[in-house]
């Protein structure tokens, strides 16, 4: 079965952090191009990270500096280390995948895959 799944949300005090993973079966990562996207309450889905097959990666102005992308191939799975959270990152973050080779790989609904989401909440 073809999927993306996503993992490691959770509850977290404001400054604290998260490390989610995005974990393919019935297809290899390593080919696509991955993105992380969020979608809070009420509000459009915003792209926040992207990395290519090569390694190239994109970051959105609003989670630069604080969130770190990268690739484990060798189990298939895209991570997104999370630091110094805040309130307003507070939403269910998905994962999907395009098989092109740039980053952001353009509209989240031309993705070839992706996840069911997973929630992250941060407050006091």
């Known amino acids: 079965q073809l999927q993306l799944v996503e993992s490691g949300g959770g509850s977290v005090e404001p400054g604290g952090s998260l490390r989610l993973s995005c974990t393919a079966s019935?297809?290899?990562?390593?080919?696509?191009?991955i993105t992380w996207f969020r979608q809070a309450p009420g509000k459009e889905h915003e792209i926040l990270s992207c990395v290519t097959g090569r390694g190239n990666t994109y970051y959105a102005d609003s989670v630069k500096g604080r969130f770190t992308i990268s690739r484990g191939n060798a189990n298939n799975t895209v991570y997104l280390q999370m630091n110094s959270l805040k309130p307003e990152d507070t939403a269910v973050y998905y994962c999907?995948?395009?098989?092109?080779?740039?980053?952001?790989?353009?509209?989240?609904?031309?993705?070839?895959?992706w996840g069911s989401g997973t929630l992250v909440a941060v407050s006091s």
């Open positions: 999907s995948a395009k098989s092109v080779n740039y980053c952001p790989p353009g509209p989240i609904s031309s993705s070839d895959w």
């Open positions: 019935g297809f290899l990562l390593a080919y696509y191009s």
